[in-house]
């Protein structure tokens, strides 16, 4: 199992983010990972990839408990992970052939024209060898993902993780970023792990969602369980329902007490 988490509970300080969680990331599967803002999606990468390190409970990278790890150790882990970062996070001073260069000449020891050919190999599967040449700056913020995109498989890693890939894409751009999601995931035999608001074009590419609220996971199950679940916080959180479970409101006391209906301080009381 490249991704197996049990009993997890994580916070900052005094305050639990993640609480009792359970997940399994098997092989060759595209999990996604959903939920409001704040429900501790970006926390699981995290924990993940070693930058935070858990308290209670367990995560395993390839059979390794991530917590016990050394320098070293965790060295040697994140070689086999690929990492999409929110909005791409590009070397905005490196061309895009350079960006997806880099992991290369950090990580290997092959030759100039060994790293020209996997870096143009990769840039080819997301449809960009052409921009090679270009900076960061001259291309669209769709192909600056696909550019992050090739540098995150660059190494052929086992698995890949993708921190809201499809934030601020256009509609073409999206669809494109999902179907690349998918198939650079099949043509790798990776174990893939999205994180996403994108309800729609999630459920088209994933084999299976976890929907995490208040730091638990309140709901789990292929795409089309989840379609067509009767759970209420389910059904508001796939379709965007207004009313449900999760309140629009954040708790206040009685609004009648701001309007100066019953006397609020200062104010003079209601005639």
Same mark, same amino acid.
């Given at each position: =199992?490249? +991704? ?16 009792? %969680?359970? *997940? ?5 599967? #595209? $999990?996604?990972? *959903? ?6 999606? !970006?926390?699981? &990468?995290? #924990? ?10 367990? @995560? ?5 408990? @991530? ?6 150790? *965790? ?5 086999? =992970?690929? =990492? &999409?970062?929110?909005?791409? /996070?590009?070397? !905005?001073?490196?061309? @895009?052939?350079?960006? +997806? ?6 990580? !290997? ?5 060994? $790293? ?11 449809? #960009? ?17 696909? @550019?992050?995109?090739?540098? /995150? $498989?660059? %190494?052929?890693?086992q698995l890949i993780m993708y921190d809201e890939p499809f934030a601020? #894409? ?17 043509? %790798?035999?990776? !174990? ?41 916080? +389910?059904?508001?959180? +796939?379709?965007?329902?207004?009313q449900g479970p999760v309140a629009f409101h954040y708790p206040s ?19």
């Amino acid at each position: =199992m490249p +991704v197996e988490i049990q009993g997890l509970k994580f916070g900052y300080g005094d305050r639990l983010i993640l609480d009792g %969680l359970n *997940m399994r990331f098997p092989r060759g599967k #595209l $999990i996604a990972l *959903m939920g409001g803002s704040g429900s501790g999606k !970006t926390t699981i &990468l995290r #924990l993940i990839g070693g930058q935070q390190r858990t308290r209670i409970g367990t @995560v395993k990278v390839f059979g390794e408990d @991530v917590a016990r790890q050394n320098s070293a150790g *965790m060295y040697h882990l994140r070689r086999r =992970m690929g =990492m &999409l970062f929110q909005f791409g /996070a590009l070397f !905005t001073d490196m061309s @895009v052939f350079d960006n +997806v260069a880099f992991p290369l000449r950090e990580h !290997t020891n092959l030759s100039s024209e060994q $790293i020209r050919d996997l870096v143009l190999m990769k840039l080819h599967a997301v449809g #960009l060898r052409g921009a090679a040449d270009l900076m960061p700056a001259q291309i669209s913020g769709g192909m600056s993902r696909r @550019v992050a995109l090739a540098r /995150a $498989i660059a %190494l052929d890693p086992q698995l890949i993780m993708y921190d809201e890939p499809f934030a601020g #894409l256009d509609p073409i751009s999206l669809g494109i970023t999902a179907n690349l999601v998918r198939r650079l995931n099949d043509a %790798l035999g990776a !174990t893939s792990i999205l994180v996403t608001h994108d309800i729609h074009e999630s459920f088209d590419v994933c084999d299976y969602c976890y929907i995490l609220a208040e730091g638990r996971i309140a709901a789990e199950g292929t795409p089309e369980e989840l379609r067509h679940s009767d759970d209420p916080f +389910v059904q508001q959180f +796939v379709y965007g329902r207004p009313q449900g479970p999760v309140a629009f409101h954040y708790p206040s006391k009685p609004y009648a007490d701001d309007l100066n209906l019953n006397g609020a301080p200062g104010s003079e009381p209601a005639r």
